[in-house]
């Protein structure tokens, strides 16, 4: 019991960390750096880059739906279960 309760918490310690990446300033410039123009701020790009964003961890979330959170989780819990079985102390 106590090694699926500390997997899950790195599973969750995972999916919140692939949320929070998810808005990381870097890979928000990187995604919209091709499409910025004089007619489209980078601003503007950013926001709406941020707001699409959102809504996949929001769908990810009410929906159930398949997603980065759950791979995040995914690998979390088996890293964190692996290790346990190797050293349960």
Not at 1 to 23: D, E, N, Y
Not at 65 to 84: E, K, Q
């Amino acid at each position: 019991m106590k090694r699926h309760l500390v997997a899950t918490f790195a599973g969750l310690q995972g999916s919140l960390r692939a949320a929070i990446g998810t808005f990381e300033p870097a890979s928000i410039d990187a995604a919209i750096a091709d499409r910025a123009t004089l007619l489209k701020s980078r601003a503007s790009l950013q926001m709406a880059e941020v707001a699409d964003r959102h809504a996949d961890l929001t769908r990810q979330i009410v929906a159930s739906a398949p997603g980065s959170l759950d791979r995040a989780f995914a690998l979390a819990y088996d890293a964190a279960d692996t290790a346990m079985a190797r050293d349960p102390a």
